[in-house]
């Protein structure tokens, strides 16, 4: 276990998301310095009879479909008397991708919170939290101090990764996006 675990209101980066044991490692990392995470998973986590067990360890569904009201709900929870660590899997997927989604950094900056960054480093077997990020309006400056952080962390299947760049970091020039990570 790397860094301290947040103890205030939060959104917490869940990346590189990478794998199955995504999800086991990083809640047996909130029980052993127990915290409880709240945590966003695709709607379909909850049909059937998994869905008990993931609403028990803190799961909130996501319908794709109306983002726009989940926000909205998200942003009341953090101003409700309890803490609330939200864990937010920026990569929204398992699998390689083209960009993070921005998800985090909405609610975070609309809640008023913090982002600390957490990580499942496979390389080093190591999980943990990372120092805690204020959003700006500068939305190149405020990924940067991600991409350094996450910089060194692989995740469990590190050809799975996504690098940490949003879709709104990018400007179109004459061969298309131009990625923020390359000159």
């Known amino acids: 276990m790397v860094g301290d675990p947040p103890q205030k209101n939060c959104v917490l980066i869940a990346a590189p998301h990478t794998s199955n044991w995504d999800f086991p490692l990083m809640m047996a990392t909130a029980w052993d310095v127990g915290i409880q995470i709240r945590w966003l998973g695709k709607q379909e986590l909850f049909k059937g009879p998994g869905g008990p067990f993931f609403r028990a360890f803190g799961g909130i569904e996501v319908d794709r479909s109306n983002p726009g009201e989940l926000t909205d709900s998200l942003i009341k929870m953090f101003s409700s008397p309890e803490q609330m660590l939200l864990g937010v899997p920026a990569e929204g997927t398992r699998s390689a991708g083209e960009y993070w989604k921005s998800g985090f950094r909405r609610i975070a900056m609309s809640a008023d919170v913090m982002v600390i960054p957490s990580f499942i480093d496979g390389s080093t077997r190591t999980t943990g939290f990372g120092p805690e990020i204020a959003m700006t309006d500068d939305v190149v400056a405020d990924m940067d101090r991600i991409r350094e952080f996450y910089s060194n962390k692989t995740g469990v299947k590190p050809e799975n990764r996504t690098p940490p760049v949003l879709r709104e970091e990018t400007a ?7 990625d923020p ?3």
Request: net charge negative.
């Open 172 to 178: 179109l020039d004459d061969d298309g996006p131009k």
């Open 181 to 183: 990570l390359r000159p």
